[in-house]
Nanobody, 117 residues
Framework: QVQLEESGGGLVQAGGSLRLSCAAS????????MGWYRQAPGTQRELVAS?????????ADSVKGRFTISRERVNAKNTVYLQMMGLKPEDTAVYYC?????????WGQGTQVTVSS
C-alpha cells in the first residue's frame, strides 16, 4: 500500500509558476510510474505528465515546453514534482498525483491550481 501526500497548489496569475510535490511512502521501493493528472469542472481527468522509474517521460501536448516532471528517491521515500511555468487560465484544475506499483494504482487527494487572467 502506498500513501501519497501532495502539496504546492494555489492561486497564481497567468504567466506565473507553481511547483507541485507528491511524496509517496509505504511500498515505495516498488513504484514504477509516477505522474500527474488534472481535472477541471465538467471535464474528464487527463494525464498531464508521467515519468517511469527509468526516467522516461510523457507530457500532454498542452503542457509541453511549460511543465517539467521530475522525481527523486531519498531515504526510501519517492517524491515526484511538477514544475509548472507560463501558467494559463486553462491550466486551472484539481491536480492529482498517481503512482503505479505493478498493476495497482494509488491516487493522491488532489490539490487545486487556479490561474487568474
Amino acid at each position: 500500500q502506498v500513501q501519497l501526500e501532495e502539496s504546492g497548489g494555489g492561486l497564481v496569475q497567468a504567466g506565473g509558476s507553481l511547483r507541485l510535490s507528491c511524496a509517496a511512502s509505504g511500498s515505495s521501493s516498488s513504484i514504477d510510474v509516477m505522474g500527474w493528472y488534472r481535472q477541471a469542472p465538467g471535464t474528464q481527468r487527463e494525464l498531464v505528465a508521467s515519468m517511469t522509474s527509468g526516467g522516461s517521460t510523457k507530457y500532454a501536448d498542452s503542457v509541453k515546453g511549460r511543465f517539467t516532471i521530475s522525481r527523486e528517491r531519498v531515504n526510501a521515500k519517492n517524491t515526484v514534482y511538477l514544475q509548472m511555468m507560463g501558467l494559463k487560465p486553462e491550466d486551472t484544475a484539481v491536480y492529482y498525483c498517481k503512482v503505479n506499483v505493478g498493476t495497482f494504482a494509488s491516487w493522491g487527494q488532489g490539490t487545486q491550481v487556479t490561474v487568474s487572467s
